[in-house]
């Protein structure tokens, strides 16, 4: 059986909308990155779920995917998540700049 991970999510519908945490358990058989969690999230459990995705999006690059995990600033794209972490929580970079959920206006 597949070990599973839980994420605890910060979600809002907007700028100035007030912001709460989600959680969400994924399973998980092996190490991976935070945007293959979110794109399972997004697929199987909250298709509402808003977060930078993009095809190109696995290389680390464009750094248009970072968001802060576990408090630390990550690109989701190459951040790697585990099973066996009791809870990751999961926000964006600047809260001040969210568009929604996960997805921030990044440069302004």
Known sequence: MADSIRINCYRT???G???RFQ???VPLDRETSLQDV???IHASLDPTLAF???A???QGLCGECIVRLDGKA???CTAPVRPGVELHQV???RREQVIRDLLCRLGS
């Open 13 to 15: 519908d907007g700028p």
């Open 17 to 19: 909308a007030p912001g």
């Open 23 to 25: 959680e969400y358990e």
């Open 38 to 40: 979110l794109l399972r």
């Open 52 to 54: 930078y995705k993009h």
């Open 56 to 58: 190109a999006c696995t």
């Open 74 to 76: 990550v690109l989701a």
């Open 91 to 93: 926000e964006p970079l």
